[in-house]
């Protein structure tokens, strides 16, 4: 990432009076982004072979992978149309014809001495995001969006005598988003971040992984006196392998920087790796600038050309994105803000928020169980949404049950966790989320198995009522005294008599006749 000015400061838009600054008075942080996707495309970037993850080590390599003499690379057209796709997403140009070029460096990880990216001529260039955080939304520019393939992976904790090297990753195809320098705390560097996750995750290109290595970050740090245009000299991190990672070892960088500064030294510009254990960062390479890796055209692959129509089309195939979505969602089923920007903060959440609309029929309620209840499991459990065992359809039947008057509120929730427990597959303990479509339940049955079918019958629930009067006469009489707030305990009583099956809104009813007599 170029640490050049940009065009004016005023380029970055801020709605609010104010943004958000890093705790000095004297000092502000400019930061920027370089964030790595691993595209989810069925083979390699240049070569006809595929790249799962968690595969056994070296096992995925072809001799193209290697960069074995005689090998000629073939661009992946799924490499393409992703990063095009991720380009329209983010606002960006599309160049019509763009290059790809050698990176030259030299590291155990990357056996052909080069890594194929582009340099010159990105395929995307010039979009933004808009972040949003607790009191503003801010918009990053974006300098570039570029192809690239993948290095290997340097292991360092499987041998005690030697660092190991797992070929398996070389030659995936990755994007990389590379901000503008209009990032200026570490909270906005964790929106910023968020955000390209959701947006990946929305187009279907990159699960946005970080923990497993599919969405990588390095951070760009400087520091300058407030109100000074130009940029300090900045420092690179890496080795940031979760969220709240990026944004500690990004507010270490700044306190360091401008503690530095203070006792008269000055910032060195390096390469530093930001160690989770003891949330500190460690000199890794003096930084290396563009010219460092002799980038030129790569020889063996044509210009990428784009073609109107084909680009005209991957436009009107792009999937509905987070904040289209959540302003329908809004508009559509009557939603509060923070209700629609919860279930539109992950595709696959809106997909099953709208497939369980569709079942039940009620969108309010349907919202209400998701979270109420779904969501609670999945943060209980460590669930994502794609494990989830039990299907919209069961669902939609407990949602029918309470609006039936079957069962009410505590029963609908312990058959909730009856049905989540009957789908789980126990087999290591984890959820199979096609069990929930797999195993259809009545269930109603398994709340009469449960005994909790509610007992709505008139001369039954009279029945409950005259026996809790008739056991609580000293509270009938404060009641008819004017302690009308004693209704609730009634009504507790009624339920604790009838075992959790009357209908509390008819034990009401019946409390109120027989009170005001």
């Not at 245009?229 to 070892?249: P, Q």
Request: aromatic share 6%; charged share 25%; proline share 5%.
């Amino acid at each position: 990432m170029s640490n050049s000015t940009p065009s004016s400061e005023s380029n970055t838009k801020v709605d609010t009076l104010a943004e958000a600054t890093i705790n000095h008075p004297d000092f502000e942080a400019v930061i920027g982004l370089e964030v790595h996707a691993q595209l989810q495309t069925q083979t390699k970037a240049f070569a006809p072979v595929a790249s799962e993850y968690g595969e056994a080590p070296n096992t995925q390599l072809t001799p193209l992978c290697l960069g074995h003499p005689g090998t000629l690379p073939q661009v992946n057209e799924e490499l393409i149309h992703y990063t095009v796709k991720m380009g329209l997403a983010t606002g960006c140009e599309i160049a019509r014809r763009s290059i790809f070029a050698r990176k030259n460096y030299f590291y155990p990880d990357l056996p052909k001495g080069y890594q194929i990216s582009q340099y010159e001529t990105p395929i995307c260039f010039g979009g933004e995001l808009e972040i949003t955080l607790p009191t503003y939304k801010k918009r990053i520019g974006l300098t570039r969006i570029h192809m690239e393939e993948d290095s290997g992976k340097s292991l360092h904790d499987q041998d005690p005598y030697h660092s190991l090297i797992d070929l398996n990753r070389a030659g995936s195809s990755l994007i990389e988003i590379v901000s503008e320098p209009d990032i200026r705390t570490p909270q906005e560097a964790y929106a910023y971040l968020t955000r390209i996750r959701q947006i990946v995750q929305y187009l279907d290109i990159c699960d946005g992984n970080m923990e497993e290595g599919s969405l990588r970050c390095d951070a760009n740090v400087s520091v300058r006196p407030r109100g000074r245009e130009a940029f300090g000299t900045r420092t690179e991190l890496k080795n940031m392998n979760s969220f709240r990672n990026v944004e500690k070892a990004i507010q270490y960088e700044i306190d360091r920087q401008i503690a530095l500064i203070q006792q008269g030294g000055e910032v060195v510009q390096e390469t530093l790796l930001w160690d989770p254990n003891t949330l500190t960062t460690r000199s890794m390479r003096s930084k290396e600038e563009a010219h460092d890796y002799r980038y030129f055209p790569e020889p063996d692959l044509p210009p990428v050309v784009l073609d109107e129509a084909w680009l005209e089309s991957v436009k009107i195939a792009l999937p509905e994105l987070p904040d289209v979505r959540r302003a329908r969602f809004i508009e559509q089923y009557s939603l509060g803000l923070d209700d629609a920007v919860t279930l539109t903060d992950q595709r696959a959440l809106a997909d099953f928020f709208e497939a369980l609309v569709e079942a039940s029929g009620d969108a309010k309620v349907s919202s209400a169980m998701i979270l109420s209840n779904v969501l609670r499991v999945l943060n209980e459990r460590g669930w994502s949404i794609g494990q989830f065992p039990v299907g919209v359809e069961l669902l939609a039947q407990l949602i029918g049950l309470k609006q039936d008057a079957k069962v009410n509120s505590s029963a609908q929730t312990t058959l909730f966790m009856e049905l989540v427990d009957r789908h789980v597959n126990h087999e290591g303990g984890k959820a199979d989320g096609a069990a929930g479509t797999a195993a259809q339940t009545d269930v109603e049955a398994i709340a009469k198995e449960l005994d909790l079918i509610q007992v709505s019958d008139d001369s039954a629930i009279e029945t409950f009522v005259d026996q809790v009067l008739a056991q609580h006469s000293d509270e009938v009489e404060r009641y008819k005294e004017g302690k009308t707030a004693l209704m609730g305990f009634f009504v507790g009583q009624v339920m604790k008599v009838s075992r959790g099956q009357a209908n509390p809104e008819l034990a009401k009813t019946y409390l109120l006749k027989k009170l005001d007599q």
